[in-house]
């Protein structure tokens, strides 16, 4: 296995067979199909926030990049429990090669995917596209960290959750018997986040269980480091990797709530 292989082994494990659609937790949702720029096709679900006092418009719209493996339809109970706590909007996409979204995934791909669905969640008429906070989980706190660079003051927010600092980190963690020489050499330094999120220009919240295991806390501090201003750390005591939006309890949720408040005050500012 040569370093890109192993790469991928470790970044993509998607699955196309869906788990559990919206509607079996009660919630409304839309079906979306869009294109990337290279023309890759690409499946999303838009869920409304379905506030009773106010129009879908006037709520905070979560844009939902997700982890290694699965699809969307393994995040249903978490987009759910963001819409309900935050009275938002979240909107779920695959990656390409993921769930009913074409092509293979590549670190580019996901990139190109990420905007797409940004720009697909942009027109929708239920949504205020000043007021779209990216949300990534794992490897998709990786990505949406690479489309905050890219959307720059477009981005009204950026929440990192479960994350790390560089592909090479993960690497090294996960396979720790590797020699340094191959590391080095072999293996492609993709995501390398921590080169860039100095140069987000949103407002940056980075949450990370304190018993991770798969990723430790300690990759989520040194993201929390290379970060500029205004940026909040949030460790969830109890959570592990997949569970922190269940661990983290009214805590967590006051966290986010407090955030999407700062966000919307920071936006008056500048």
Known sequence: ??????INS???RPERGFFITPDQLGLAYVDMVFRARDGTGLHGRFVPSGTSDRSSRDAVTILFMHGVAGNISHRVE???ALRANLEANVFLFDYRGYGRSGGEPTEEGTYMDAE??????CRRQEVDP?????FGHSLGGAVAIELAVRLGRRVHGLIVESSFASGRE???FLVPVMPPRMLGNAIPDLYNSQAKVGRVEAPLLITHGEEDSLLPLAMGEALYQAAREP???FPVPGAAHHDVYQAGGPAYYEQLASFVDYCDSHTLER
């Open 130 to 134: 000043e007021r779209i906070i990216l």
């Open 116 to 121: 797409a669905a940004f720009e697909t969640v």
């Open 78 to 80: 978490n987009a759910a």
């Open 10 to 12: 470790l970044f993509f």
């Open 170 to 172: 993960v690497t090294r």
């Open 231 to 233: 940026k909040f750390f």
């Open 1 to 6: 296995m040569d370093g890109t292989q192993l």
